[in-house]
């Protein structure tokens, strides 16, 4: 189904007419793109350009990161796909991702079908997260208090998802994710956006893990950061590098 009949005119061209640059430019720099249709599918359902600052709209289709609200950053989309991959994440499975950022990643993987359980610490990013998530029909937006303005929030959201049946459910919190969200674990995998400053940090995160399932979490400080990818054995777990892909995370807030 088109976005057509959701995005305002401008919306819709800006990303009609660009998707297929950014999926090329991706498809370049993502080196497991052959083994993965249904990532490529995921970045290739997202108008970009609302995730990203106003003034970088017309550049939201290029494989770059951008700034964004509150001084953060996007990741580049190749990165992105880099980590959704390595989650061995498939549709109709659940991920916990901490730190929402933009929402765009949460987007990804509602359009792949996957079940998303997301936080974010920074309530200014995780409420402007909320309002383009929202607005897109990737999740229903918790926080009208006036009854008839959440009816009619509802009945929008009900009407997309008939659009988008494909789509995975997105659920965004706002608090510290650094114990995860135990409530709704476990998860089939987990992917921690923010650098880990000490290998304690983990442990919650660990425990809310399926087992036979991975956990993505980056080590190091602001400069140099690298992927580690934990896979749960049972009650062990198993521990791989990724090398040869760059990441600048904001450090995780514990």
């Not at 599918?41 to 003034?55: A, Q």
């Not at 929402?103 to 402007?128: C, N, P, Q, W």
């Not at 049972?234 to 995780?252: D, I, Q």
Request: charged share 25%; with cysteine.
């Amino acid at each position: 189904m088109s976005w057509e009949e959701i995005l305002s005119e401008e919306d819709f061209r800006l990303y009609r007419e660009n998707i297929s640059l950014l999926e090329e430019q991706v498809i370049e720099r993502f080196t497991h793109s052959y083994e993965a249709p249904d990532i490529l599918r995921g970045i290739r359902s997202v108008p970009r350009h609302l995730f990203v600052h106003r003034e970088y709209r017309y550049l939201a289709y290029t494989d770059n990161a951008f700034p964004t609200c509150c001084g953060l950053t996007t990741s580049a989309p190749s990165v992105i796909a880099e980590m959704i991959f390595h989650s061995g994440i498939q549709q109709a499975g659940s991920l916990l991702e901490i730190g929402t950022g933009t929402g765009y990643e949460a987007a990804v993987l509602s359009e792949m079908g996957v079940h998303v359980f997301t936080i974010e610490i920074d309530k200014t990013v995780g409420r402007a997260a909320n309002r383009i998530l929202s607005s897109l029909g990737y999740k229903v937006d918790n926080t009208i208090r006036n009854p008839e303005r959440r009816e009619e929030a509802s009945r929008a959201y009900s009407r997309i998802r008939r659009l988008f049946p494909h789509r995975g459910r997105i659920a965004l919190y706002i608090g510290n994710g650094s114990g995860g969200l135990p409530d709704d674990a476990p998860y089939d995998a987990i992917i921690v956006a923010a650098a880990i400053r000490r290998l304690e940090d983990i442990g919650p995160l660990r425990a809310q893990l399926r087992k036979g399932r991975r956990l993505l979490y980056l080590y190091g400080d602001r400069n140099i950061q690298t992927l580690y990818i934990l896979e749960r054995q049972n009650n062990r777990f198993k521990t791989a590098v990724l090398e040869g892909v760059s990441f600048s995370f904001l450090p995780l807030i514990t």
